[in-house]
């Protein structure tokens, strides 16, 4: 008798209301939905600009470091 | 930790960062600017990063802050110049899973900025509760919150059915089964 009468409590309303508990399918929704947005740009190619930077980075901190020994000797 | 451990490390979160970037920036040009100015202060910051401490959220951070300060206000001219990486990725690939995707990611998109991030955080990208808060700077009950919130205003913008939607639908089925199974004809 009460199946007709069984209206959402207010903890299963969703708008404004931080406690909401969504059904738990449409959490694992959106959770897979979230991976495959986030994977998706993860597993894209990785432009060549970075690496070079990073070498370059290191190359002038080598230089530094090899002038800068230079100096105390000289 | 030495020079070449945090280069290696560094080139290893380069996937995740770009990731986040784009998450939250919406362009992929704006994003790989965003990992450029992160990883120059992630180098010029070494000394100050803690071994033992996760870099990811240690680089998280520097980035965020980078886009908050520098990028944002430039994000929002190029997503209305362009629009984002979702609308131009939606025709790619894989039709049906990709057209799922991009109507996700425009979703994604119409959210807050403070409820996008966390959600990718928390949802997408290994890091913690503890470690987002940290990134974040604010309470964890405050990244659950906005989590939760992001979760709804999701469900929400791509109309699945939640427990509000389930409500009536339960109420119907338990009709039909008590009028017996031959009236099962939907």
């Not at chain 1, 800068?68 to 000289?74: H, I, L, S, V, Y």
């Not at chain 2, 996700?104 to 807050?112: D, S, V």
């Not at chain 2, 940290?134 to 427990?163: D, H, P």
Request: hydrophobic share 40%; net charge negative; aromatic share 6%.
């Amino acid at each position: 008798m009460n199946l007709m009468n069984a209206d959402p409590p207010e903890a299963a309303r969703v708008d404004d209301d931080d406690e909401a508990v969504l059904n738990p399918k449409v959490q694992e929704s959106i959770g897979r939905s979230l991976k495959a947005h986030y994977d998706d740009l993860v597993n894209s190619p990785v432009p060549d600009r970075f690496l070079a930077l990073l070498a370059q980075l290191e190359a002038t901190e080598q230089r530094l470091r090899t002038e800068d020994g230079a100096d105390e000797r000289g | 930790m030495s020079a070449v451990d945090f280069k290696e490390g560094l080139i290893a979160e380069i996937p995740n960062l770009r990731a986040f970037a784009a998450s939250l920036s919406g362009s992929m040009q704006l994003a790989d600017d965003l990992v450029q100015d992160t990883l120059l202060k992630a180098w010029g910051n070494a000394d100050k990063f803690q071994p033992g401490t996760s870099l990811r959220a240690w680089l998280f951070t520097i980035l965020r802050n980078t886009y908050y300060s520098l990028y944002r206000k430039r994000g929002r001219e190029v997503q209305d110049s362009e629009g984002t990486y979702a609308d131009r990725l939606a025709t790619h690939g894989n039709q049906e899973s990709h057209l799922d995707l991009a109507d996700f990611r425009k979703a994604l998109a119409k959210l807050p900025e403070e409820q996008r991030e966390v959600l990718i955080m928390v949802g997408a990208t290994g890091l913690s509760y503890e470690e987002t808060a940290e990134i974040c700077g604010v309470a964890i009950g405050t990244i659950k919150s906005r989590v939760n919130r992001a979760r709804a205003k999701l469900a929400e913008l791509l109309s699945i059915r939640g427990v509000d939607d389930l409500g009536p639908d339960f109420r119907i089925t338990a009709a039909v089964q008590r009028a017996g199974p031959e009236t099962v004809g939907s």
